[in-house]
């Protein structure tokens, strides 16, 4: 689905990432993890196409990145759910139409009131919250809605950057949970996350492979948690 092979990225003239071969299948599950600074989140960036690769190929669903005009990207990009380490939403509108908004920047809004995003917003927990405008929501409530609004399209990847990063252990449990259900859905599901903690969580729940970012490059750090 998402294939990286040999890839490096330059940024202000100093190499961040090099060599990196990295293939995601449908329906795994990955975590992605290194230290701050390595480079996940330009790995993830690489992964949506977001970036284009200094060199090397990044296909995303058998597509060289590189041969995509704007329109093709924006179609690639409706099967990539993205969950970003600092979430944003339109203040100024409640929970709901801020979840609902790729529907409505598609021209599928009507599909919220066929229950899609009634359906949703009872998964993550929000529903008494719908009304809520963002900044009434707590860190846990603002990253289930984060959630919500990258799989309401019904994406095949769903790519969360440290979507566990701002709340408490009891709200990462259920983060992660959701996440699995995902995979278990038959999402493919890659987390970048520096929660070791997390990931030993996830041990009883799903098979997963750890990537790690060390010295530029992305190593295998462990097979089936």
Known sequence: MIELENVAY????????????????????????????????TLLKLCYGALLPTSGQVRLFDRDVRSLQRDDIAKVRRRVG???????????????????????????????ANGDLTELMTWVGLTVRADALPPELSGGERQRAALARAVIMSPDVVL????????????????????????????????????????????AQVQARVLRISNRRVQLAGADL
């Not at 929970?95 to 908004?101: C, E, G, I, P, W």
């Open 82 to 112: 993205v969950v970003h380490q600092d979430v944003q939403f339109l203040d100024h509108l409640p929970v709901s139409d801020n979840v609902a908004l790729p529907l409505t920047v598609s021209g599928r809004h009507a599909d919220a």
């Open 10 to 41: 330059s940024y202000g003239g100093g190499e961040l990432l090099s060599d990196i071969s990295v293939k995601l299948a449908p329906g795994s599950f990955h975590f992605l993890t290194g230290p701050s600074g390595a480079g996940k989140t």
């Open 160 to 203: 969360a950057d440290e979507p566990t990063g701002n709340v408490d252990w009891d709200m990462s449990q259920r983060l992660l949970t959701l996440l699995v259900e995902l995979n278990k859905m038959g999402k493919t599901v890659l987390i970048a996350t520096h929660d070791l903690s997390l990931i030993r969580a996830a041990k």
